[in-house]
């Protein structure tokens, strides 16, 4: 069965102070690898996929990675609005739609 | 262009009612998701339209939930007999096929959530 595992649950920074956030995954076969932010009491909202092994997306203070085996979101010199819950998800290329996400990374970035 | 929209957004209701939700994606996207969240956890899935056809249910989506998409638009998803279990976040997504044409919310086979149904179930 396809799963997600997201570390830490929960990571608190200083404005500023870079770290890397881990989604390790195990699917049939990957499709794609999805990263959503997600705010409280909102839905998920997009920022990248990844569809191969040494792939790398940029977005503002936001990069991902993906290996065959997990993820890294690094978070660069992050500041108070990165503040969020940072969700990872795979889908499979059985064919079928549905994405796996994990339970998430809680990030507060304090000032 | 707008994005995925929900209705309503919070939904207060007692044991043993029915209650219905009502996901418009973003137009041009034809298909459509519907996935639970609790909270401290991920979204779970629970079903996924193509057009108007239902061709994924989980094994979550119990005999008293139902969803459809009758023209291959909007859809509901309909909550029978709720049960204090069922309270949760319900989120809709939509997505593009391969083949549309690329505006701000396309990109073939991203997934793009509304901002979710409140379900309190008392």
């Known amino acids: 069965e396809d799963q997600v595992t997201q570390s830490p649950e929960a990571l608190r920074l200083q404005e500023g102070e870079s770290s890397s956030l881990n989604c390790s995954y195990t699917?049939?076969?990957?499709?794609?690898l999805f990263w959503y932010r997600q705010d409280p009491g909102k839905g998920p909202e997009f920022l990248f996929t990844?569809?191969?092994a040494g792939e790398e997306k940029e977005k503002e203070r936001l990069k991902a990675t993906l290996t065959k085996k997990e993820s890294f979101l690094h978070i660069t010199a992050p500041k108070p609005e990165d503040s969020a819950t940072y969700l990872c998800?795979?889908?499979?290329?059985?064919?079928?739609?549905?994405?796996?996400f994990g339970t998430g990374t809680r990030l507060l970035v304090s000032p | 262009d707008t994005g995925v929209s929900q209705d309503p957004r919070h939904k207060i209701t007692k044991r043993g009612q029915n209650v219905t939700f009502r996901c418009d994606p973003i137009?041009?996207?034809?298909?459509l998701y519907w996935y639970r969240q609790t909270l401290g956890q991920g979204p779970e899935f629970l079903t996924y339209?193509?057009?108007?056809?239902?061709?994924?249910k989980s094994r979550l989506l119990s005999d008293r939930f139902s969803a459809e998409r009758p023209k291959g638009s909007f859809s509901t998803l309909e909550i029978q007999r709720t049960e204090q279990g069922d309270s949760a976040m319900y989120l809709c997504?939509?997505?593009?096929?391969?083949?549309?044409?690329?505006?701000?919310?396309?990109?073939?086979?991203?997934?793009?959530f509304g901002p979710g149904t409140r379900l309190t179930v008392l």
């Open positions: 997504a939509s997505s593009a096929t391969g083949g549309s044409r690329r505006h701000r919310f396309s990109s073939y086979n991203e997934q793009f």
């Open positions: 699917v049939s076969g990957l499709r794609g």
């Open positions: 990844l569809y191969s």
């Open positions: 998800a795979v889908q499979a290329n059985t064919g079928f739609q549905k994405l796996v």
């Open positions: 137009s041009e996207h034809n298909r």
């Open positions: 339209f193509q057009n108007e056809a239902q061709l994924e």
